[in-house]
């Protein structure tokens, strides 16, 4: 059984490096891959205004605008309609109001169409076709109201009149069609055109000016309408690709959930395993330590060799020492497995830290080390498990011996927190831990650089099983270090744990309460 056991523990350990270097060669592999993927998307989204995916948005950026501006567009051709009927024939006037209402009414309808439709079913360059021919045939109409007003009317100020409406489209038009290149200048040419021929040799100062205004106007608002599309695409591509870069970071976010999700139930089957193999690796153990105590002091009789009497102390030395580490080991592993049982009772922790005092004695003495205990006076009981209580303060004071110099100091503390908790802490003035190896100490198995150097062998074992024990009772361990002037762990527990005094029942209600 226990071959099969090592076997198995051979077998999880090169699972874990196996997986880990897969991890590690992959690594690289997969960060560039990412910023391949994230490059070209960007390269994708940041093109001009070519790119097929905004024409077909600026196609339907263009027909909401139709669509909102053409109750006015409607209404003004039906105030012109209306007084060119008041000054002018009918019979033009109504095929002008046909063909100009006509031609916005379709422009309308053809809005609505491609504004309901997908996407992915727009036919770009037919639906672009089919609106800049209807924007000649609403051009048409104007260039048709210019020749009608010349004709009929003389050129009393009607002329002036028509261009101010003409430069109040060509205005409204560069607002509304801007996300349609071509618009204006399809729209407007032959209309501006028409105007300036038919007015600029007139005797009269107010027409040629308005004739030059007009031909002034359409290429100063087409360069308007030109740079409100080029936003218009910038902003479609920036929101393009905030959407796409979202994507990306909802990804990575899920890949990393469940990496960190499958490292946790890895982490977890492992610390499971070891929790399960307590008697299994305990078993083996016992013996080899208890047959070795037995030779090393010769129960069942003399051993005539001194070298196999001092093997026999050493087997059982090392043996010691391996069901102390195994014992850290399954004990971390319970706590991280949540298997770590705790029997509660009120105790004082005080009475705990000096009885763990006491038993550290030899080892602080052997170190010619001070111990300095500084004890509240009157703490109220604490409610808590004593043997984690008793290994918290062993693993923080053997720290504490291990990195204090000979003749140096040690400061076992217990009071009260500024919560109403209670907290032990116990102070050192040896080397230090940098700032930067924190992280590292309280990680299992970790060590810092300054303890690989100068301290004596450990496992890296002690602060982690006292950080899980704390959490374990709802408190905190904290470390405070400088370098070349000592450590301080301070572990402190909630006001929830303390347990308040109750006052003494006065003799007379007793005596009542016991008649």
Not at 301 to 306: A, E, R, S
């Given at each position: 059984?226990?071959?099969?056991?090592?076997?198995?523990?051979?077998?999880?350990?090169?699972?874990?490096?196996?997986?880990?270097?897969?991890?590690?060669?992959?690594?690289?592999?997969?960060?560039?891959?990412?910023?391949?993927?994230?490059?070209?998307?960007?390269?994708?989204?940041?093109?001009?205004?070519?790119?097929?995916?905004?024409?077909?948005?600026?196609?339907?950026?263009?027909?909401?605008?139709?669509?909102?501006?053409?109750?006015?567009?409607?209404?003004?051709?039906?105030?012109?309609?209306?007084?060119?009927?008041?000054?002018?024939?009918?019979?033009?006037?109504?095929?002008?109001?046909?063909?100009?209402?006509?031609?916005?009414?379709?422009?309308?309808?053809?809005?609505?169409?491609?504004?309901?439709?997908?996407?992915?079913?727009?036919?770009?360059?037919?639906?672009?076709?089919?609106?800049?021919?209807?924007?000649?045939?609403?051009?048409?109409?104007?260039?048709?109201?210019?020749?009608?007003?010349?004709?009929?009317?003389?050129?009393?100020?009607?002329?002036?009149?028509?261009?101010?409406?003409?430069?109040?489209?060509?205005?409204?038009?560069?607002?509304?069609?801007?996300?349609?290149?071509?618009?204006?200048?399809?729209?407007?040419?032959?209309?501006?055109?028409?105007?300036?021929?038919?007015?600029?040799?007139?005797?009269?100062?107010?027409?040629?000016?308005?004739?030059?205004?007009?031909?002034?106007?359409?290429?100063?608002?087409?360069?308007?309408?030109?740079?409100?599309?080029?936003?218009?695409?910038?902003?479609?591509?920036?929101?393009?690709?905030?959407?796409?870069?979202?994507?990306?970071?909802?990804?990575?976010k899920a890949m990393s959930d469940e990496a960190r999700r499958r490292a946790e139930e890895a982490n977890l089957a492992k610390s499971r395993f070891l929790a399960s193999m307590s008697h299994e690796l305990r078993t083996p153990l016992n013996?080899?330590?208890?047959?070795?105590?037995?030779?090393?002091?010769?129960?069942?009789?003399?051993?005539?060799?001194?070298?196999?009497?001092?093997?026999?102390?050493?087997?059982?030395?090392?043996?010691?020492?391996?069901?102390?580490?195994?014992?850290?080991?399954?004990?971390?592993?319970?706590?991280?497995?949540?298997?770590?049982?705790?029997?509660?009772?009120?105790?004082?922790?005080?009475?705990?830290?000096?009885?763990?005092?006491?038993?550290?004695?030899?080892?602080?003495?052997?170190?010619?080390?001070?111990?300095?205990?500084?004890?509240?006076?009157?703490?109220?009981?604490?409610?808590?498990?004593?043997?984690?209580?008793?290994?918290?303060?062993?693993?923080?004071?053997?720290?504490?011996?291990?990195?204090?110099?000979?003749?140096?100091?040690?400061?076992?503390?217990?009071?009260?927190?500024?919560?109403?908790?209670?907290?032990?802490?116990?102070?050192?003035?040896?080397?230090?831990?940098?700032?930067?190896?924190?992280?590292?100490?309280?990680?299992?198995?970790?060590?810092?650089?300054?303890?690989?150097?100068?301290?004596?062998?450990?496992?890296?074992?002690?602060?982690?099983?006292?950080?899980?024990?704390?959490?374990?009772?709802?408190?905190?361990?904290?470390?405070?270090?400088?370098?070349?002037?000592?450590?301080?762990?301070?572990?402190?527990?909630?006001?929830?744990?303390?347990?308040?005094?109750?006052?003494?029942?006065?003799?007379?209600?007793?005596?009542?309460?016991?008649?």
């Amino acid at each position: 059984m226990n071959a099969g056991n090592a076997y198995q523990l051979m077998a999880l350990n090169n699972s874990f490096m196996s997986d880990k270097f897969i991890v590690d060669r992959r690594k690289p592999r997969r960060q560039s891959d990412v910023a391949r993927a994230v490059q070209r998307t960007r390269d994708r989204l940041l093109q001009n205004s070519g790119n097929p995916v905004f024409d077909r948005e600026m196609l339907k950026i263009h027909a909401r605008g139709i669509i909102n501006s053409a109750p006015a567009i409607l209404l003004l051709v039906l105030a012109i309609g209306v007084a060119g009927l008041a000054i002018g024939p009918a019979r033009d006037m109504l095929f002008w109001g046909v063909l100009t209402g006509g031609s916005y009414a379709g422009l309308y309808l053809l809005s609505r169409h491609v504004d309901g439709m997908a996407l992915d079913e727009m036919d770009v360059r037919g639906q672009r076709v089919q609106f800049l021919v209807l924007h000649f045939l609403s051009g048409l109409g104007w260039a048709y109201l210019v020749l009608l007003e010349c004709r009929e009317c003389g050129f009393g100020h009607v002329p002036v009149f028509v261009a101010i409406i003409l430069l109040v489209m060509i205005a409204a038009t560069a607002l509304v069609a801007s996300s349609l290149r071509g618009a204006i200048i399809v729209t407007f040419a032959l209309p501006v055109a028409t105007y300036a021929v038919t007015y600029v040799q007139l005797p009269l100062a107010v027409e040629p000016i308005m004739a030059g205004l007009l031909v002034l106007s359409l290429p100063f608002f087409s360069y308007v309408a030109h740079h409100r599309n080029q936003a218009a695409v910038s902003i479609l591509a920036f929101r393009t690709e905030n959407d796409a870069l979202i994507a990306e970071l909802e990804t990575a976010k899920a890949m990393s959930d469940e990496a960190r999700r499958r490292a946790e139930e890895a982490n977890l089957a492992k610390s499971r395993f070891l929790a399960s193999m307590s008697h299994e690796l305990r078993t083996p153990l016992n013996a080899i330590l208890g047959f070795s105590e037995v030779m090393a002091k010769e129960v069942l009789g003399p051993i005539q060799n001194q070298t196999y009497r001092d093997y026999a102390k050493d087997v059982h030395d090392s043996g010691q020492h391996l069901l102390e580490l195994i014992n850290e080991i399954l004990d971390l592993s319970r706590i991280e497995a949540g298997r770590y049982q705790l029997n509660e009772e009120p105790l004082y922790l005080s009475d705990v830290v000096q009885e763990c005092c006491r038993m550290m004695e030899l080892k602080i003495r052997a170190k010619n080390i001070r111990l300095i205990q500084q004890f509240e006076p009157s703490l109220p009981r604490l409610q808590g498990d004593e043997r984690a209580l008793r290994q918290i303060t062993l693993n923080l004071l053997s720290n504490a011996v291990k990195f204090t110099p000979s003749g140096g100091e040690i400061r076992a503390r217990v009071g009260w927190t500024a919560g109403g908790g209670q907290y032990i802490s116990v102070k050192d003035n040896g080397p230090g831990i940098p700032e930067d190896e924190m992280p590292v100490v309280l990680a299992a198995f970790g060590q810092g650089s300054i303890a690989i150097k100068s301290a004596e062998q450990g496992t890296g074992l002690g602060l982690p099983i006292v950080q899980g024990l704390a959490s374990l009772h709802g408190g905190v361990l904290e470390l405070k270090s400088k370098l070349r002037e000592g450590t301080e762990a301070i572990v402190a527990f909630p006001r929830s744990r303390v347990l308040e005094e109750l006052p003494p029942i006065p003799a007379r209600q007793g005596r009542k309460a016991a008649g």
